[in-house]
């Protein structure tokens, strides 16, 4: 199992990103992906959810905000980020059961 982090960077508030995970080495269709974040100081905390029926889930803190979708021809579960907050700079990681990438860091501030 491989995930593949990519999409991070320096954005100012207010702005957008889109997150992306690459999958690889697993039958990605039959499975639940999750996007995790890291925040400095603080502990890890699950962001978003989706199945692999493509059923949804978000924390509290970014529902509204964020948007957790696949592709399951490409093997990619992407998280956009829309109208961000210093508060969301982290590191952003994606998850498949025990494994993990090794994460993108989201920076938001002017």
């Known amino acids: 199992v491989q995930l593949v982090e990519s999409g991070g960077g320096l954005v100012q508030p207010g702005g957008s990103l889109r997150l992306s995970c690459a999958a690889s080495?697993?039958?990605?269709?039959?499975?639940?992906m999750t996007w995790y974040r890291q925040a400095p100081g603080k502990e890890r905390e699950l962001v978003a959810f989706i199945s692999s029926s493509g059923m949804t889930n978000y924390v509290e803190s970014v529902r509204g905000r964020f948007t957790i979708s696949r592709d399951n021809g490409k093997n990619t579960v992407y998280l956009q980020m829309n109208s961000l907050k210093p508060e969301d700079t982290a590191v952003y990681y994606c998850r498949r059961d025990e494994n993990w990438g090794k994460g993108t860091l989201v920076t938001v501030s002017s």
């Open positions: 080495g697993f039958t990605f269709r039959l499975y639940a």
